[in-house]
């Protein structure tokens, strides 16, 4: 029978997704911390390397180290630096000289076998001469010789072969045997922007919407919309999300506050799409035409900025879909179509699509929108409501678009189950919405934290969402402005991609009764807002999330999502983590160190004593080190326990640069 474990077992390999059926995920500048399990019988030492090739065929071998758990792991840092698909595998093998080295430390001085370790060394010495060559393969032979020189006291030759130059050789050229390779794994490697970005949403709508003498209003065009993007780059976005562009249905169109009864100039809720305008591949005619959007998208770019478009895949009841393709959707037997509910809610808005029916024709033509406004110059798609939708459409889409242009990105709103919010990023999906706004206390965010940046982070690359057009939540209602700045310190800096909707930076916490959104939302209205008015009146805290979103740009490792460790503080709403890259892998070539420490209670002032794990930063235990606060400007001298007051009224949070002390 053969067997399937090797000579040298090389087991659970990360990183992989649950039964390997799907390439693993990340991005161009990742720092991945590839792991095996690697053993063999009886007490001799093993070697073991991580083999990576890269799309372009090159081959890079990083020795693994063992994490000395007690579980047999190895890992490896590496970088990758290259899209397309990585393959890798795991290397073990039989480190005879390290079996050798440590039988012989405890042997010779001990007069034990002397001759006969010495004999052993200096073979491998001379098994490594002949795989060097120049000065490696003289400086190992001539260690062979004096090793194996009886005439020599055995403690002398001992000490000679322990020469730092000798070893370094060795390592370069150490003796393998018994060697055995793991399978072969991929590593799909996308761009930068597929994990890592800071995302704000804002209603084009509503950006230089002005309201008429008799109440009625003139919307926003994609031209005024224009003039905001100036200040949101100035902040520090990367990219701009736009909700539904394309004409909004007026059957059953929603009044203001999800209200049946809309008054006459209601705009309607964009994610009811199409009317008698047009469908999915049009623009709402307020707003301007496809031209207007194509001038938009390019002086976005011009800005700094790449537009996500939303993809919602649905349609009013005036949609163009629902008499030309009546089979998309699902026919009630009083022979009514279905609306979208999600009880106690009702989208009577809102026709849901039924992929059943004609499968293939509605691939078609979804693959048709989305070509359109690739070709408009859109490559960031927000995919609204995606587990809604059949997985195997998602899995096909994404792999059919990403095969003929490689750097789209798909991000899902899944709100729902933790199983499908997985499948969803396990089949395709470059990132998505997470738990992230309702995790707030202590307790909850670290479990969350944990989670997000361990096993699954082979698979789902999550967004950090502070508000939504539907998502105000409780925290933030009652929490005032050390709520708001908390939670946008915890996103921007936790993980690689956060988001915020416009008006959190206005801190707008009035909630409708009852619910977990704003009155007056904006989705059933226009909300044109005095930024302006704001700034002289010093009511926003965007100079606060510009500072956010400066820290992230200059400190790589808050980009890393693998990077993340959980340390402790005395105190249970002292939130404290730490994120570290090492210097080989930084354009400056120095450790990049990041701590954040937070008071997750907004109502109060806290002090504790903070733990922190020096080895998580680079450092040993009872090293003092500089910490610089990038938010206050203040500087003090840690350890490994340290006292931290942050009363939530001045600032909430510490973000702190690790710099090693002079002392």
Same mark, same amino acid.
């Given at each position: ?353 039924? !992929? ?72 395709? !999906? ?218 939530? !009224? ?14």
């Amino acid at each position: 029978m053969d067997v399937l474990s090797g000579r040298i077992p090389v087991l659970d390999l990360y990183p992989q997704q649950p039964g390997n059926t799907f390439p693993a995920k990340a991005v161009e500048g990742d720092v991945i911390p590839f792991r095996a399990v690697a053993f063999r019988e009886g007490h001799d030492r093993i070697g073991v390397t991580l083999v990576l090739r890269s799309p372009s065929g090159r081959e890079r071998r990083v020795p693994m180290e063992p994490l000395g758990d007690g579980f047999d792991r190895w890992r490896a840092l590496a970088q990758v630096d290259d899209r397309g698909t990585w393959r890798w595998h795991v290397e073990a093998w039989a480190d005879e000289w390290a079996t050798w080295h440590h039988n012989a430390e405890i042997k010779i001085p001990a007069d034990i076998d002397t001759e006969l370790m010495a004999t052993i060394g200096a073979q491998l010495l001379s098994r490594a001469a002949k795989s060097a060559t120049g000065a490696d393969a003289t400086l190992l032979a001539g260690a062979a010789k004096a090793l194996g020189d009886s005439r020599a006291p055995i403690l002398q030759r001992w000490a000679s072969v322990n020469d730092p130059a000798i070893l370094d050789a060795v390592d370069r050229h150490r003796p393998r045997s018994l060697e055995t390779a793991s399978a072969e794994l991929e590593l799909r490697v996308e761009r930068t922007r597929a994990a890592v970005g800071a995302w704000y949403e804002f209603f084009p709508r509503s950006e230089g919407a002005v309201r008429r003498s008799d109440g009625t209003w003139r919307s926003g065009t994609f031209e005024t919309a224009a003039k905001r993007l100036p200040a949101v780059k100035a902040m520090g976005f990367d990219v701009l999300y736009l909700p539904p562009v394309h004409p909004i249905g007026e059957v059953n169109r929603k009044g203001r506050n999800n209200t049946l009864t809309p008054q006459p100039g209601d705009p309607g809720s964009p994610w009811a799409i199409g009317s008698k305008h047009g469908g999915h591949d049009a623009i709402h005619p307020d707003l301007g035409t496809i031209d207007d959007f194509r001038a938009f998208v390019a002086k976005a770019a011009d800005a700094g900025l790449e537009v996500a478009m939303d993809l919602a895949l649905q349609a009013a009841p005036d949609h163009p879909w629902v008499t030309e393709h009546p089979e998309w959707f699902t026919t009630l037997p009083d022979g009514s179509i279905a609306f979208a509910e999600n009880p106690p809610k009702k989208y009577q808005d809102i026709y849901p699509i039924n !992929f059943d029916n004609d499968p293939e024709g509605i691939v078609a033509e979804v693959r048709r929108i989305i070509d359109q406004w690739i070709a408009c110059g859109v490559r960031i798609f927000r995919v609204d409501n995606p587990h809604t939708k059949p997985l195997w459409f998602w899995e096909r889409t994404i792999r059919e678009v990403n095969e003929e242009h490689g750097d789209i990105v798909f991000l899902a709103e899944a709100f729902t189950r933790p199983a499908v919010m997985q499948a969803l990023g396990k089949v395709g !999906f470059q990132q998505s919405y997470t738990y992230f706004a309702w995790r707030n206390t202590k307790a909850e965010l670290e479990e969350y934290l944990q989670e997000v940046s361990g096993e699954q982070a082979a698979w789902f690359k999550p967004a950090f969402w502070v508000n939504t057009p539907d998502i105000l939540t409780e925290y933030l209602q009652f929490g005032g402005v050390p709520a708001f700045k908390v939670r946008a310190a915890i996103a921007a800096t936790a993980v690689p991609t956060w988001g915020m909707y416009a008006g959190y930076e206005l801190i707008e916490a009035v909630a409708r009764p009852g619910a977990e959104e704003a009155i007056d939302n904006e989705k059933y209205e226009y909300k044109p807002r005095d930024w302006e008015q704001a700034e002289r009146n010093g009511t926003t805290i965007a100079p606060y999330i510009t500072r956010l979103n400066e820290i992230r740009a200059e400190h790589p490792a808050i980009r890393q999502l693998w990077a993340l460790d959980v340390h402790w503080s005395d105190d249970d709403a002292v939130l404290v983590y730490s994120k570290r890259v090492e210097g080989r892998f930084t354009e400056t070539g120095e450790d990049d160190t990041i701590i954040v420490i937070a008071n997750v209670d907004p109502h109060s002032a806290r002090q504790t004593t903070v733990h922190l794990d020096l080895t998580k930063l680079g450092l040993r235990p009872g090293d003092r080190f500089e910490a610089h606060d990038l938010i206050s400007g203040e500087t003090w001298t840690w350890s490994d326990h340290n006292f931290v007051r942050l009363d939530a !009224f001045v600032e909430p949070a510490h973000i702190i640069h690790v710099r090693r002390s002079e002392a």
